[in-house]
């Protein structure tokens, strides 16, 4: 079945960077729009950045200059480039995919795991 598995993640000092993947793997006919979201305890979770299909990217104000998502639409597989990290980027961040199994099924969000990212001030 559909798999999304991030990685990247883990400790580095304010200033530093880090780059997170998301593969997804599976019975997959289409991807569509992926994107990587993020939650520390106790907050809902928020949005971080998104990229259609043909690569036009949304970032939260907060990651602005900071981030850089991409994708690899022949590996299935999307990219977060965060650059400049401060504490408050600490979170658990997830990828999400909207994928069509087959092209009689709708489009549906999967979702990864998650990857812990700890930013040290």
């Known amino acids: 079945q559909v798999q999304l598995v991030e990685s990247g993640g883990g400790l580095v000092q304010a200033g530093g960077s880090l780059r997170l993947s998301c593969v997804a793997s599976?019975?997959?006919?289409?991807?569509?729009?992926m994107g990587w979201y993020r939650q520390t305890p106790g907050k809902q979770r928020e949005l971080v950045a998104t990229?259609?299909?043909?690569?036009?990217?949304n970032y939260a104000d907060s990651v602005k200059g900071r981030f850089t998502i991409s994708r690899d639409n022949a590996k299935n597989t999307v990219y977060l480039q965060m650059n400049s990290l401060k504490p408050e980027d600490t979170a658990v961040y997830y990828c999400?995919?909207?994928?069509?199994?087959?092209?009689?099924?709708?489009?549906?969000?999967?979702w990864g795991q998650g990857t812990q990212v700890t930013v040290s001030s």
């Open positions: 999400k995919s909207d994928i069509r199994v087959v092209v009689t099924r709708p489009w549906r969000d999967y």
């Open positions: 599976g019975s997959i006919f289409s991807i569509n729009d």
């Open positions: 990229i259609t299909r043909g690569g036009s990217t």
